[in-house]
């Protein structure tokens, strides 16, 4: 099954970035009051993320809590540690300022990312179902509640989101 795994990692890239691309797309239609194509690039987008998650399962890519929470670290340590240096480096090499502050900031997200699963592994039954914040212009996650002013991009409070659970959406 070489060819069948190899196929399966790319449809789960594509189908990936499609569902990425197809919520850009909706932002951007909400964002001009065209409600109709909103929809249906949202509608698409949860299409095209039940194909990735089939395609992720065949690979056998979720595993038990513990598992996933040791993969997620360990993706999360390989992109603060080396992807976004790198990014950040030749970025800076090129003078492409925006990148390099989206690299940047990335970053620094990342590496709470890698804590959060740090300390949810630490014991995941008794880690706390909490509400959680997003910053709408870099990324950064806040437990219980938004700050004041986001620690990594300096964003306001009301930059803030509130992450809506699968199950109540």
């Given at each position: 099954m070489v060819k069948t795994e190899k196929n399966l990692k790319e449809a789960f890239?594509?189908?990936s970035q499609a569902y990425q691309r197809y919520l850009a797309f909706a932002q951007r239609a909400a964002d001009e009051y065209k409600e109709g194509v909103y929809k249906l690039f949202q509608a698409v987008a949860e299409s095209e993320l039940i194909h990735?998650?089939?395609h992720?399962?065949?690979?056998?890519?979720?595993?038990g809590t513990a598992e996933n929470l040791q993969a997620a670290m360990a993706g999360e340590a390989f992109e603060f540690q080396t992807m976004y240096p790198?990014?950040?480096s030749e970025a800076t090499e090129e003078n492409a300022a925006g990148p390099k502050i989206s690299f940047t900031q990335a970053n620094e997200v990342e590496k709470v990312h890698h804590g959060l699963f740090k300390r949810a592994l630490e014991d995941p039954d008794k880690f706390p179902a909490e509400d959680y914040f997003i910053c709408n212009a870099c990324g950064y996650i806040s437990a219980k509640e938004p700050p004041d002013k986001?620690?990594?991009?300096?964003?306001?409070?009301?930059?803030?989101?509130?992450?809506?659970?699968?199950?109540?959406?």
């Open positions: 890239a594509g189908e990735a998650r089939r992720l399962g065949y690979l056998k890519g979720v595993q790198k990014m950040m986001c620690p990594v991009c300096g964003a306001v409070k009301k930059a803030f989101y509130k992450v809506i659970s699968a199950k109540t959406r």
